[in-house]
Nanobody, 123 residues
Framework: QVQLVESGGGLVQAGDSLRLSCAASGVTSSYFTIAWFRQAPGKEREFVAA?????TTYYADSVKGRFFMSRDNTKYTLQMDNLKPDDTAVYYCAGDTGVILSSVRQHGAYDCWGQGTQVTVSS
């Protein structure tokens, strides 16, 4: 059974950087897709970034060029640079082995979720 545990959120100022980590356990398939979503108060959960089947990485337009995904063995990181107040949200990592490419940006495609970590960016 896959388990995801996030860490690294916090309170920063606009223009600062943060690195979120997602420690994964129980992953046995090379088709595993890891993604990051975020949810701000009163808003729907939205796609941030995903690495599909360990091959291709996709980013939301709102974070492209500022956020970067990487992997170190079983730890997946989301490096967030030049943070903006609009980036304030609870960030979740999500994973699944059955995500098809056309669904990579849909939160409903993922069965396994981390507990979430708060990121707050002040202006």
């Amino acid at each position: 059974q896959v388990q995801l545990v996030e860490s690294g959120g916090g309170l920063v100022q606009a223009g600062d950087s943060l690195r979120l980590s997602c420690a994964a356990s129980g992953v046995t398939s090379s088709y595993f897709t890891i993604a990051w979503f975020r949810q701000a108060p009163g808003k729907e959960r939205e796609f941030v970034a995903a690495r599909w089947r360990a091959r291709t990485t996709y980013y939301a337009d709102s974070v492209k060029g500022r956020f970067f995904m990487s992997r170190d063995n079983t730890k997946y990181t989301l490096q967030m640079d030049n943070l903006k107040p609009d980036d304030t949200a609870v960030y979740y990592c999500a994973g699944d082995t059955g995500v098809i490419l056309s669904s990579v940006r849909q939160h409903g495609a993922y069965d396994c979720w981390g507990q979430g970590t708060q990121v707050t960016v002040s202006s």
